[in-house]
């Protein structure tokens, strides 16, 4: 097993500059955190007072931000507004050093936004009391479409990867960014309400929900039919692998003429926010199959990345370091 830890050490290793191109749903994260103070009287709801605010990028926009705290050089490919919600989002890109010339701004564009209230005692923990969502009925029009489709071609030119980051509003579709998977050796899918519509890439990253929905089955504890609904996904969407993310049950690797491949979850089973969970695990197994790593490495180290971010507050990264950290740490008989 010693072994294993240096292979998939010197995998993450070569993370360093890999270009991976990302085109999907751009969203700014918006946390705010307070002291409940005591009950309303105008509706039995608490009075939370606001002591401070975090800004973060989030969903493809998450992505992004994960391949570059792993050190790649990542290209985001998407829509921002030209509110302070997008500049918001494009000024904490540009604090990373991320391109920003493939994202467009159109003047009737709100950037989509998702507000997290988080709330408890003054020195005590906070748990999510609302989440307000906006910016949510954009339209493509074709001059955008245009734009877009424009930018990526460009971006993916040297590009290593494709990442198509699907949350369901509307970019990944509109623009077509399927149709130039085959411009890059490996793109991978994270679709939240889309997964099966999707054919020929290279491989994906569904959580339990998003395959279950895909599959149209409920799991539950079966495992046989698991293997069994996951082997027909993968080869539907002609896929090289399938990778589902199960939470606490840990992943589940489907390769064509392989028995499946069941990785137990890297760390504490006890989770603490699995927010943004998803585009960390993304963002580690892409590098990971860049750099070289077999499908069951790529995995290991995706696998171990998650483990990380689920155990931090809100949308989190992780970087180089730290991963080998938790490689080292939970190699030997685990990986």
Known sequence: M??????LSEIVGRFAGVR????????????WYGAVQRISREAPVPIVRLTRTRLVPGCAANTVWNLAALGATPVPVGVAGQDREGDALLSLFAEKGIPLKAIARPAAWETPTKTRILAGPLH??????????????????PPLVAELRGALEGALKGAAALILSDYGLGLVEAVGVADYAKSVPVSALDSRFALARFRGLTTATPNEEEFEEACEVSLGDDE????????????????????????????????????????????SDQVV????????????YVLALSAGASFPDAAAIANAAGGVVVQKHGTATTDVEELRNTLQAWGEGRL
């Open 124 to 141: 005590g923990p906070k748990q999510q009391l609302a989440r307000v969502d906006s910016g949510e009925a954009n339209v493509f029009t």
């Open 2 to 7: 010693k072994e294993r830890w240096w292979k």
């Open 273 to 284: 926010d699995v927010t943004g969970a998803g585009d960390t695990v993304i963002a580690a």
């Open 224 to 267: 046989a039919l698991l293997e069994s609904v996951g082997e027909r996904l993968r080869a539907r969407m002609g896929l090289q692998a399938l990778l589902v993310t199960r939470g606490a049950k840990g992943m589940s690797l489907f390769e064509p003429g392989q028995r499946p491949l069941h990785l137990p979850v890297v760390g």
């Open 20 to 31: 991976v191109v990302v085109a999907g749903d751009l969203v700014l994260d918006r946390f």
